[in-house]
């Protein structure tokens, strides 16, 4: 069983920065993809940037120049840098890995969402 946890969020004020994490637990398992989602309220659950295992990366137009994501393979973990913070960035964050299980396949895995408020 593979279990995803994401952290890092929080209240910040516009023009700010955080960093979000999320690590990957558990036995057997090999990391393919790994993206960051979020979803404001009354909104639709929208990728914010995603990154290949061999480190290519994609990012939603608005958060480019602004937003970096990485990944650590020996830590099964990872980030996002989020820079020059804007209010319309507030919303759950919630990471994302397609992970194949050797003998099962290639499945999905979600991170429990983690709260990112831009606020004065």
């Known amino acids: 069983q593979v279990q995803l946890v994401d952290s890092g969020g929080g209240l910040v004020q516009p023009g700010g920065s955080l960093r979000l994490s999320c690590a990957a637990s558990?036995?057997?398992?090999?990391?393919?993809?790994m993206a960051w989602y979020r979803q404001a309220p009354g909104k639709q659950r929208e990728l914010v940037a995603d990154?290949?295992?061999?480190?290519?990366?994609n990012y939603a137009d608005s958060v480019k120049g602004r937003f970096t994501i990485s990944r650590d393979n020996a830590k099964n973990t990872a980030y996002l840098q989020m820079n020059s913070l804007k209010p319309e960035d507030t919303a759950t964050y919630y990471c994302?890995?397609?992970?194949?299980?050797?003998?099962?396949?290639?499945?999905?895995?979600w991170g429990q969402g983690t709260q990112v408020t831009v606020s004065s």
């Open positions: 558990g036995s057997d398992f090999d990391i393919k993809a």
């Open positions: 994302n890995a397609h992970i194949l299980t050797p003998g099962v396949g290639v499945f999905d895995y």
């Open positions: 990154i290949t295992n061999g480190g290519i990366k």
